[in-house]
């Protein structure tokens, strides 16, 4: 199993960025996939859920209205679109998923986000 992010870089306040999470050694369809973020001295947080097929999202309050989360499993592919950026989304973006029958989490190595004011 392995993710790969993309897409992170630096954008000015009030900009968009799309991220992008490839998937290999699974099919995403299979499973729910999660972005999570962490910014310097501050624990991991979640940002976005999706479920497997694609019915239902879920964002913080920090995040709601400005972040979307999508999939294309024809292309094994996660996004977050992140619009209306704000300094405090400033972080390192990780892509998520937990295997169902082992329980083992599996990380991207992460792409770095930071918004200037």
């Known amino acids: 199993v392995q993710l790969v992010e993309s897409g992170g870089g630096l954008v000015q306040s009030g900009g968009s960025l799309r991220l992008s999470c490839v998937g290999s050694g699974f099919r995403i369809s299979n499973y729910d996939m999660k972005w999570y973020r962490q910014a310097p001295g501050k624990e991991r947080e979640l940002v976005a859920t999706i479920s497997s097929t694609g019915g239902s999202a879920n964002y913080p309050d920090s995040v709601k209205g400005r972040f979307t989360i999508s999939r294309d499993n024809a292309k094994n592919t996660v996004y977050l679109q992140m619009n209306s950026l704000k300094v405090e989304d400033t972080a390192v973006y990780y892509c998520?998923?937990?295997?169902?029958?082992?329980?083992?989490?599996?990380w991207g190595q992460g792409t770095q986000v930071t918004v200037s004011s």
């Open positions: 998520n998923v937990r295997m169902r029958l082992s329980g083992t989490n599996y």
